[in-house]
């Protein structure tokens, strides 16, 4: 199998005859010696999505299905995809069309010139809201700026993979997914191309603000610790204010004798007691840090080329 295409399915009713065959239009002419398959999951749709995909796929061998048993979301959706997916390649694209299939072959002969991830950004997006545009590109903007991994910017799961990067995938069980900051940490050789983002075919958007929140948090607190180590720097912060007002304090006692009494004491007394409080927490954040990146049980690394070969794993 050469190619899988992995299409997530949340009430895509109006996209899934359009989209299917706007697909085999791109790829039965790329005439890929060992054929494609079309994977489609549904995501607990509540319209006719799900009948939709059973006939297509009787009529057609090339189209699989997932039905999941629930809503469990987009990014789950593509992992289910992702891991009973065969080909040497995998895509994976919206059902909704804003992802163009015809970039498919472009995005494929770049990995063919020895990429294995190459990642379409969008130069430009229509038919989305002011507000989505708007948080949409404040998030990955702070994103890059508080995380150590290069996540492209404007940039969603709309990609071609190689087999090396879904194998990478497969080895991070974590359970918060953000599928495309996973494939930035995996690394190897990445590249992209620029598309402009069209209007939603038909039928709404399934990503609610809420969905959008929970993604945006689940990308936040998997690749970056900055949060959890806000209290620590405020900490340092408001001890080093404690310890100037302390020296003031000290000076207009016995220097200027210009002081309320009770003042000083009243205040390096509550600076102190915060910045203390403010550090602890700090120390609590960077010992959760450590004991969530455990928990995520990622890799530590991945090799991309070697000539040793693998060494069996030590005998507990
Ligand atoms: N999707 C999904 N589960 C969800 C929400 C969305 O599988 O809970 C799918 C949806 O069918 C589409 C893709 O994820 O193929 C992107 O969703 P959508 O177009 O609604 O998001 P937007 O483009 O508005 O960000
Ligand atoms: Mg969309």
Redesign the pocket.
Known sequence: MELSVI??????EA?IGELYRRLLSVLEPMALPGGFELIF?????RDR?LSLLLALATRDERVRYIDLSR????Q???TAGLDRAAGAAVVI????L?DPPELIPLLHQRMREGFEVVYAKRRSRQG?SMA?LLT?RLFYRVLASITHISIPVDT??FRIISRKVVEGLRLMPEQNKFIRGQISWIGYRQTFIEYDRAE?AG??????YR??MRLALDGITAFSDVPLKVATISGFVVSGLAFVVGLYTLYSRFVTHDYQPGWPSLMVSILFLGGVQLISVGIIGEYMARLSANVRQRPLYLISDTNIPPVAPPAR
């Open positions: 299409i997530p399915i949340y009430n895509e996209n999951i549904n995501d607990g749709s999505s809503n469990f979301g987009h789950i959706a593509v694209i919206d059902a909704d804003q989305d989505k949409a969603g799961d939603r039928g709404e958007t399934g990503y609610t969905k959008m």
